[in-house]
């Protein structure tokens, strides 16, 4: 396939285990974002990969979350002891390179529906 | 911070009317705008990209320009259809090399019969 895709697409989990998020992006593109959306909010930065640079982690809520990614392709975000306030879409992007003065189109997947029960 | 917002929140047209969706964002410095829409329940399916040395990008029916000086995007649809109903998001770029997408709260679009 030729886009962004993410595992699972639904999620129902309990209060306290642990979930695991799946992103395999596009073949090729060396920046992968993972977003969050509650319901009625708008779209929240979580974390960027950016190549073999560190990522930015500013956006992420608490110290259970978390996120890798392997050989700079597939990442996988985890989130422990999940709480109900965790339930929502999480989505994630990639895009080609750009430069120090263009930024190429970003594609998002269809996202993970988390629900914490 | 860059702080983007898209007004209206919510817009009901009759289908066949021209519209326009307005994006504003605080931080003048960015590298390009991206407007993407969202159908219940989906994704973002990306519509337009606009690199800041840029005035306007057009696909099909849509159109969108960039006024990065006064910090304000518009997404023009004509010719509105049924099928055009969705969310409709505009986000940009803070840093060149694919920083992050810093996200408006979405116009939610809604064309009627």
């Known amino acids: 396939g030729a886009g962004v895709s993410q595992s699972p697409s639904n999620k129902v989990t309990e209060k306290g285990k642990d979930v695991e998020l799946r992103c395999d992006p596009i073949s090729g593109h060396t920046a992968l974002y993972w977003y969050r959306q509650s319901l009625g909010q708008g779209l929240e930065f979580l974390i960027y990969?950016?190549?073999?640079?560190?990522?930015?982690k500013s956006g992420l809520p608490s110290d259970r979350f978390s996120a890798e990614r392997t050989g700079g392709s597939v990442s996988t975000l985890t989130i422990q002891r999940t709480q109900q306030e965790d339930s929502a879409v999480y989505l994630c992007a990639s895009r080609k390179r750009g430069t120090a003065y263009m930024n190429t189109e970003a594609f998002f997947g269809q996202g993970t529906r988390l629900t914490v029960v | 911070k860059q702080e983007v917002t898209q007004i209206p929140a919510a817009l009901s047209v009759p289908e066949g009317e021209n519209l326009v969706l307005n994006c504003s964002f605080t931080?003048?410095?960015?590298?390009?705008l991206q407007w993407f829409r969202q159908d219940p329940g989906k994704g973002l399916t990306s519509l337009l990209l606009?690199?800041?040395?840029?005035r306007e990008q057009t696909s099909g029916r849509l159109n969108a320009s960039l006024d990065k000086s006064s910090g304000r995007s518009t997404l023009y649809i004509a010719a509105s259809q049924p099928g055009d109903s969705a969310t409709y998001l505009c986000?940009?770029?803070?840093?060149?090399?694919?920083?992050?997408?810093?996200f408006g709260t979405g116009t939610q679009l809604k064309v009627e019969l």
């Open positions: 990969f950016q190549g073999n640079s560190a990522p930015d």
């Open positions: 931080d003048s410095a960015i590298y390009n």
């Open positions: 986000a940009v770029s803070d840093g060149g090399g694919g920083n992050k997408l810093t």
């Open positions: 606009i690199q800041s040395s840029q």
